[in-house]
């Protein structure tokens, strides 16, 4: 039988809870309202550094130069031209990739971790002609800006996230897919103005997460005073490869300016200068790395493999897509071209044996 005098202190405790709980829900809504209007700060912040900097917003049109800046770029995947069509050479790239589920298996304090990224890098920049510039290692994804000189940018990606990916599981102790790819890895740096914006985004990445107030003490962030050093020698991790492994024992690693750049790590130091204050007035999160945490997923994700471009100005950007345009337009000429000699002169199920039979196919000689 219940008294009185429990049933009060029930109902007591139970206000309690719920006032507590409504204090929890306040201050969640006012953090992400304070987010919210700092993330719009930070952005507009971006652009004013670029007009104090004088940063190139490539906005003027060179000589004989002919671009077509009479385009959409959310038509480009319905006309065909996807990612697919990136591998262009002397292009600068940032590059960002998310682990699956956006869960925490990046731990900026391990440095087994730390050297496998490291190491993987130089190694991919050294097997298919790439430049890095830039890299930062959070915990659910990564941040890198390259420049590729042969047009390879698609067989880099694909080694480095494959190697780093087949590590991380076996280190881990887990299975599957490890990178997620939602459409918008990749995105093609058309102007100065937009690879500096770019540059120390991806510095004050770990102070505008919440995660650290001082950039250089992140785990593996390449701060300006990195760039065009000589390179250092990186030890493939015994953590990770056997002693009989393939790949070489070491390998050089070396941060550069994109080719084109004129005093990119001052105008970058002097952009992280003017961002960093702000960047620090972020909610902080001082709660310590665990592993496996997911944190709440993200509405505005959007998994369309689609083409982007990152740029100041439309001729910048159109400078970009001029001669990719130019290059779909020719590879359709081609495949119609092709097409229709196909169906006048290869018969039915000729490219079939071929391709399952290796039976070439020879056309009948009329008598």
């Not at 906005?59 to 004989?64: A, R």
């Not at 510039?133 to 996230?161: A, P």
Request: hydrophobic share 40%; net charge positive; proline share 5%.
């Amino acid at each position: 039988m219940i008294k009185c005098n429990d049933i009060r202190v029930v109902e007591h405790t139970w206000t309690k809870a719920a006032k507590r709980r409504h204090r929890s829900l306040a201050r969640k809504a006012a953090r992400a309202r304070r987010s919210t209007e700092l993330d719009i700060q930070y952005q507009q912040k971006f652009w004013d550094m670029v007009d104090a900097l004088n940063l190139d917003r490539g906005n003027v049109i060179y000589g004989k130069e002919r671009l077509s800046i009479v385009f959409k770029v959310s038509d480009l995947a319905d006309k065909g031209i996807t990612k697919a069509t990136l591998n262009k050479p002397d292009q600068l790239y940032m590059i960002t990739r998310s682990v699956m589920d956006r869960r925490h298996w990046l731990d900026e304090r391990d440095r087994n971790a730390v050297a496998l990224f490291k190491f993987v890098l130089a190694l991919a920049c050294e097997r298919f002609a790439m430049r890095a510039v830039k890299i930062v290692f959070m915990r659910n994804h990564i941040h890198m800006l390259v420049h590729d000189k042969e047009g390879r940018i698609s067989q880099f990606q694909r080694y480095f996230f494959w190697l780093t990916a087949v590590k991380m599981n076996r280190y881990l102790g887990r299975s599957g897919t490890f990178w997620i790819n939602d459409g918008r890895e990749t995105v093609v740096v058309a102007d100065e103005a937009a690879a500096v914006r770019k540059a120390v985004y991806i510095a004050l990445n770990p102070v505008a997460g919440g995660y650290t107030q001082d950039p250089d003490e992140w785990g593996l962030n390449v701060m300006p005073g990195d760039l065009d050093q000589p390179a250092k020698t990186v030890k493939r991790p015994k953590t990770f490869f056997g002693e009989r492994s393939r790949v070489p024992k070491s390998v050089q690693l070396e941060f550069l300016s994109p080719p084109g750049h004129e005093e990119f790590p001052a105008k970058v130091q002097a952009g992280i200068e003017m961002l960093l204050p702000l960047a620090k007035r972020f909610p902080r999160r001082p709660n310590r790395m665990e592993k496996g945490f997911t944190p709440t997923p993200r509405t505005d994700v959007s998994k369309k493999r689609t083409l982007m471009v990152a740029g100041s100005s439309v001729f910048s950007i159109a400078r970009v897509l001029t001669p990719i345009f130019e290059a779909h337009a020719r590879n359709e000429a081609a495949w119609e071209k092709i097409t229709t000699f196909a169906e006048k002169e290869i018969p039915d199920g000729a490219y079939r044996l071929f391709a399952r039979m290796g039976i070439p196919y020879r056309p009948v000689e009329e008598p």
